[in-house]
Each structure stands twice: as C-alpha cells, then as structure tokens.
C-alpha cells in the first residue's frame, strides 16, 4: 500500500495525541481509502472521576508522577545541589566564547544511517487477511466483554477539514461529561444530536436517554457512526435506549425520506421528532462560517416547528489562529458562531423565544482528556409563543445570518 503522506492541510485531534496509554487497532480501510482505528475510552469510577472546580484540570493531573523515591526524595530534587541551590555544585563557571555570550555545548547527533548499514525506514501501512483480523478483533472482544464502562469508537485520523467529523473531538467528551454528571436532565427524553461524526457522544446519551436520533451527512461517516453504535450495544441496551442514525443536511431544508436512500426518515420518525424532541446537542461543529449558519438556520426550523419547549446544549473549543487578514491571533470561527448565537437570542417572529447562557464547566469529569480553559458549553433555552404573537417588528430571520454579517 501508499505510504502514510501528511498534506498542509491535514488536521488532527487532540484527543489522539493526548490520551496516555490509548490503543488504537487499525481495523480496516473506509470506503475512501482511509485507515479506521478503534480507539476504547474508559468511564471513570466515582472514585476515579475528577472534581473540575478548577478549568485545566484532568489529563495533566494524571500525568504527574510525584512518587517518592527509596532515599525517601521526590524526583524534582534531582536538580538541587546539597545546599539546595539549583543545578548542584553552585561554583562550576559557565562557558562564554570570545564575545562575552554563553557557549552552549551540544551533544553531538550520529546519522541513524551511520555505522547501521539500514535505510530510512518510512511508515507502512500493512493490509491484514481477514482471518488475522477477525482473530485479533476476537481477542480485544474477550477482553472487554465484562467491562460495561468502556466506549469503543472506530474513527480516522489526521484528515482533511472535511472529514473531520471522523475524529473524535474534545467537545464530545465535554458534552459527554455534562451527560454523565446530570443524567436526571435527559432520562426518558428523546434528543436530537446535530453534526454527530463519530457518535460518542449519542452512546453516551443513549444510557439515559429513550430515543436518539444521531444525525450527520456522508454515506461513509454515517455507516462509520452506525458501526460504533453497534460495537456499543453493551450500554445502551441494559439502559433501555435506542440510536437511530440518520441523515440530516443543514444545507437542506427537509429531512429525506426516500426509502431507497439509505439513512433516510421514515414519515413516523419525522413526526416523532417534531411531537417528541426536547433536547437538540451538538459538540465541537462550528470551525466553518457556512456550516454554522447552516446550523442556526436547521436550529430555528426544527423549534419553530416544535409546539413544545426545547433545550439545545452546544459544546465547542474556542480555537486560536494567527490569521493574515489580521496579522494577530484570533478565533473567526469562534466569533462568528457568537455572532449567530446572540442573534438567535435576538430574533423575534412570533414563533418561539430563545435565551442563550453560557454554563461553567466544574461538573466532574468522567473521562480521561485534558479539560482546558477553551472549553465551553452553551444552553439555549427555546420556548413556543402564542401563535398571535406580534410579526410586525420581526428580526432577519437565520437565514439571513450570512448576508447580515457581512
């Protein structure tokens, strides 16, 4: 096969390089050529979880290793000198060359192909017979087959900015987290997730929720997320629950029902949803301006259509960028999702009200990532009004939202 190539624009989760002692077994290839691994994320105990009264805390924590030594001494005192002065024997001069500056004296590198008589050596991805396969994936079954707490997510990495939503991202594990700490909130209730990619975070809701529509586009993500929601059957099958993947398009208007598309609605589940869905969730879906008014614009027809109250919860990291346009740091695609958001809050047309918040981030952490302070979640509370609610003075509608900010 190819040899694994990283383009300039290839994008990777800090979910694959931050987790400490993850295994990721490369199952198969997708029906695009890419590689799919199958990651296990573990939900920590109650003596496990960690207490996030304090945003930053969690992987990091984890990582320290403190651990006294046999002469009774901590690690950090290996740089201290018997007085305590840093560096050991305070007396040794420094280096300086000619000038005056400090001469820093490198270890000198060896070429690893000096003296080793071996070429380069270039990572490959090596195809496996299905019968090695089918007997590894029995193996990783046997070991995980009592364990009810362990998540199994098949997902790529290092894609383009399209297929992003084939990583798993940590706007999932923080809604994941939120679900987990507040389960009283979803139990029973039948959710809609937007943008769902991977699908982590509808398995977690599943285990308390009645019914979830997992809803995403792109035949291949789909049967991706179809996939993990099967490998999770051990969940979301003792909790009652049930996934229902499905296809929802922002940049389309209806929901697709024709049968001979696969992930389509049926006419039943169309209703169900409109009669039933009480919170609408989506993590990590905003890093394009399109595709987030693409979501505000689904957001506000689905709920002008709901004659029932309705709660959108929306996790996302902020992420900084050094931007030309700018000659500085900044977040566009974090602004602009604001810019939406407030203008949702504004919007008056004699359908429903919104009311957005913004909610701390201390509830306790389930799972093993890295919370950091970019972190945020958001609550959008959406109440119907009296169908003779004034229209005169009504808002653009989202819709708009593109054409208004710019």
Not at 2 to 13: G, R
Not at 20 to 37: D, E, I, K, Y
Not at 118 to 136: F, M
Request: aromatic fraction near 8%.
């Amino acid at each position: 096969m190819d040899q694994i190539t990283f383009h300039h624009d290839t994008v990777l989760s800090d979910v694959h390089m931050l987790l400490p002692n993850a295994r990721r077994l490369m199952t198969r290839l997708n029906s695009v050529g890419q590689p799919v691994f199958l990651s296990k994320f573990r939900i920590l105990s109650d003596s496990e979880k960690h207490d996030n009264s304090e945003p930053g805390k969690g992987l990091k924590e984890t990582e320290q290793n403190d651990e006294p030594r046999e002469d009774g001494h901590k690690d950090t005192q290996e740089a201290q000198g018997k007085d305590g002065e840093e560096g050991g024997a305070g007396n040794v001069e420094p280096f300086l060359d000619v000038d005056g500056d400090l001469d820093v004296q490198h270890r000198p590198r060896k070429n690893p192909n000096e003296e080793s008589g071996r070429d380069l050596v270039c990572p490959i991805i090596l195809k496996q017979s299905n019968a090695a396969l089918e007997e590894e994936e029995e193996e990783e079954e046997d070991e995980y087959t009592n364990d009810k707490d362990i998540i199994k997510i098949e997902h790529t990495m290092a894609t383009t900015l399209e297929d992003v939503g084939k990583q798993v991202w940590l706007g999932a594990f923080l809604l994941a987290d939120f679900i987990l700490s507040k389960p009283h909130m979803f139990r029973g209730a039948t959710v809609l997730e937007l943008g769902a990619g991977t699908g982590l975070t509808s398995i977690v809701m599943a285990t308390v929720a009645k019914t979830l529509y997992c809803t995403d586009v792109g035949e291949d993500l789909l049967s991706m997320c179809k996939k993990n929601v099967t490998l999770n059957q051990h969940m979301i099958e003792p909790a009652g629950g049930e996934v229902r993947v499905r296809q929802l398009d922002w940049l389309q208007y209806d929901l697709c029902t024709d049968a001979d598309v696969e992930f389509s609605w049926t006419e039943e589940e169309v209703a169900d949803l409109y009669d039933n869905t009480k919170i609408i969730i989506a993590a990590d879906v905003c890093y394009d301006e399109d595709l987030t008014d693409g979501l505000f614009r689904t957001l506000y027809r689905l709920c002008s259509n709901f004659r029932h109250t309705c709660t959108i919860f929306i996790s996302l990291e902020k992420r900084m960028n050094f931007t030309l346009r700018h000659m500085d740091v900044s977040c566009d695609a974090y602004n602009h999702f604001s810019h939406c958001l407030f203008q949702l809050e504004d919007l008056v047309d004699g359908r429903c009200s919104f009311r957005v918040e913004q909610l701390p981030s201390d509830f306790a952490q389930f799972l093993l990532y890295e919370r950091i302070e970019q972190l945020e979640l958001w609550k959008v509370s959406v109440t119907p009004l009296p169908l003779h609610a004034s229209t005169v003075n009504a808002a653009p509608a989202p819709e708009d939202t593109k054409q208004s900010s710019s």
